[in-house]
């Protein structure tokens, strides 16, 4: 459930360049705790970009369920290509939408405004998905432009573990290297 926005991603970033160009995979600094996923370079899909990387952490309580996930992609971006960070992330935001009111859930997210992803400007929208008028998950995405990439920082968990894992969020925000 928390995972439907990923792939577009991917896909919105391929489908706007050919790219030939490969760039050195970002730093992350994950916090204790949280588990690494393995991932494929190149998304693990065809129509991935080549060069899109992929880092994925979760969370998980006491019984092993996930509760908190967090995904930071890559793609490069063929040069001279102008991206519009806006509308990749509108798309974005409309799709997360879309995915969950066909779950049967509600979303609202806020308007896209400016932040900050490391050192780097970015763009950031939250949305607040709820099920019977009841808050279950929260999912923000962020994204940044950086030497011919972009850089999309996605999380999501369920309500309460996202509002007490903000500052762990904001550890990994303020440390990536991209």
């Known amino acids: 459930m928390i995972r439907p ?10 489908s706007m360049a050919n790219v030939a160009v490969q760039a ?23 129509s991935a970009a080549p060069g899109t990387t992929r880092q994925r952490a979760t969370k998980s309580d006491s019984a092993g369920t996930a509760v908190m996930v967090m995904e930071l992609t890559t793609t490069p971006i063929e040069p001279g290509h102008q ?5 990749v992330l509108l798309e974005m935001r409309k799709s997360i939408q879309k995915d969950f ?8 997210c806020n308007k896209i405004h400016s932040s900050m992803l490391g050192d780097v400007a970015a763009l950031e929208t939250t949305c607040t998905i709820t099920q019977n008028g009841r808050h ?27 509002v007490e894992n903000q500052d762990e969020i904001q550890s990994v925000r303020n440390s990536l290297k991209l």
């Open 101 to 108: 009111y066909q779950s049967g859930y509600q979303s609202v």
């Open 24 to 46: 050195a995979e970002p730093q992350v600094a994950w916090p204790p705790g949280w588990v690494i996923e393995p991932l494929p370079s190149d998304a693990g899909t065809s």
């Open 136 to 162: 279950v998950l929260s999912q923000t995405l962020v994204a940044a432009l950086k030497e011919g990439r972009a850089n999309v920082l996605s999380y999501a968990g369920q309500a309460q573990e996202f």
């Open 5 to 14: 926005f990923l792939s577009l991603f991917v896909l919105l970033l391929a």
């Open 83 to 87: 991206v519009n960070l806006q509308g």
